[in-house]
């Protein structure tokens, strides 16, 4: 950061009056801040790292108060990065204004495969941080060991599971796994069947594996009773809501079995549940019937989850979530985003498999592609049926899918061209609210105004939100830098 765009920061502070994901303030009018830790950590278990900005006194208004010395505070920043693991390296900038001295710290974000950093007086388990909207979280042992499990490629899909044997298992399910997989390959052909069972990680040093257990195994929650679905309808738009009779649920599951049956089922749930309502097609002039959601787009969400949720024993006790309100459903399963792949890349850019031989072999059974289609898959049905788009969000330890029964309303797409799209980048110079922005745009609907003319642009960087990890906060403001 130069001179000059420390001074710019400062009167973005003084615009936008908060901290956000990527910015913490600190006063050090009478010294340097003694626990810097926390921040420090945050700031580099995140990929675009963040900025410590001392002179600024968040408690009295955000009055700009200076820093006690410029000189001395950046050596005690210095000494408390040192006491990092690993070791951070900021980059300092000093800038005057107003007779006062202001200082920045730059904290870049480490590599994935070196996280968490952590503060060494603490141990990684209690000195390692997230950052959370504005606030510096302590890390929770789940998602320090998601650090660990993708730095060693750990395969809790392929764990032992020793109370199953190969007479458990469903003899004509496994039959016709081996005999697809032994089709068109000659040499695999040639290999014994038990042999098969060790290679293709059906077993695992003589025991059953998890994979195995999960898709085979009549009844895999005789070993693991959270591995199943639990599948609810909710009478109302939030949970607790009751019903007309005090009902807490309309309708409530256990969907359980193994992945085939489960996917089968918690289809048939869902379609149980919509409401089906006859539509004129616009092009074709005919009667159409169609439900609250394409079942496609379903059936990609499910499988989604039950092929890339976590497995390992933290997550073991945790079900995948199915939750239908009046206005919308969630798909929710136990593990976040794997890798290094981000929320805005998902659909985009091919992600690292959380459980490989689980994906490889539900392919072998056609239950799925394998090839990265089902975001791309699911957006495209949404879109096909004029629905909203639906959201991907990754909530600390947990993967959620968000389908709404709201439509885009064909009267208000258009096609917006780029000078439109500079004019509403320049009106976001100065940070605005979602009703600002309607306003702006001349429409009637907030979301309509932020998902179908904001959102795109936060996408690719060119709009960014003040609190990044709470997007439906009602203090959220977008700007452009």
Sequence with gaps: MTREELLEKLNFIQKMKCETQTLELKS?????????????????????????????????????????????IQKKINEQCLQMEPIVRPLLTVAEKDDKFFVSAEIPGIDLVERPCHYKGQGRLK?????????????????????????????DDIREVR????????????????????????????IED?????????????????????????????YFPQLCITAIVVPGKEMGELGEAGERFIDNQRIEGNIPDMLNTAIKFVRKNMRTKTIINSESGLREDRSDYPTVAIREAIINALVHRDYSIHTEGMPIQIIMYEDRMEIRNPGGIYGRIRVDQL???????????????????GVTENRYSGIPTIKKEMKKCNLREPEFLD????????FYKETVMN???????????????????????????????????????IQTHVMPLVGIGKIKLSIPDKPKSPKQLYYSE
């Design 163 to 190: 109370r199953a044997t190969l007479a458990s298992l469903n003899q004509e399910l496994l039959q016709k796994y081996i005999d697809t997989l032994k089709t068109g390959k000659p040499n695999l052909s040639a």
């Design 28 to 72: 050090a009018e009478k010294g340097c801040p003694k626990r810097l830790y926390d921040s420090l950590s945050s700031f580099s278990n995140q990929d675009e790292g963040g900025v410590i900005i001392f002179g600024i006194d968040e408690e009295n208004g955000y009055k700009e108060v200076g820093v006690y010395d410029p000189q001395d």
């Design 395 to 402: 909530e600390r330890g947990n993967f959620v899918v968000k």
């Design 347 to 365: 659909g985009k850019v091919q992600p690292d498999t959380r459980n490989p031989v689980l994906a490889s072999s539900l392919e072998v059974l």
């Design 127 to 155: 000195g390692s941080y997230t950052r959370i909207g504005d606030s510096d979280e302590p890390m929770t042992e789940y998602e320090i060991y998601s650090y660990e499990a993708f730095r060693k490629k750990y395969q």
């Design 194 to 222: 038990d042999s098969i069972y060790e290679l293709m990680s059906i077993k695992r040093e003589g025991e059953i594996t998890l994979s195995a257990a999960l898709l085979f195994s009549p009844y895999p929650q005789a």
């Design 411 to 449: 009267e208000e797409v258009e096609t917006v061209d780029d000078e439109a799209i500079n004019d509403l980048i320049m009106f976001c110079k100065t940070p605005r609210t979602r009703k600002e922005i309607c306003d702006y745009l001349g429409l009637t609907s907030v979301t309509y105004a």
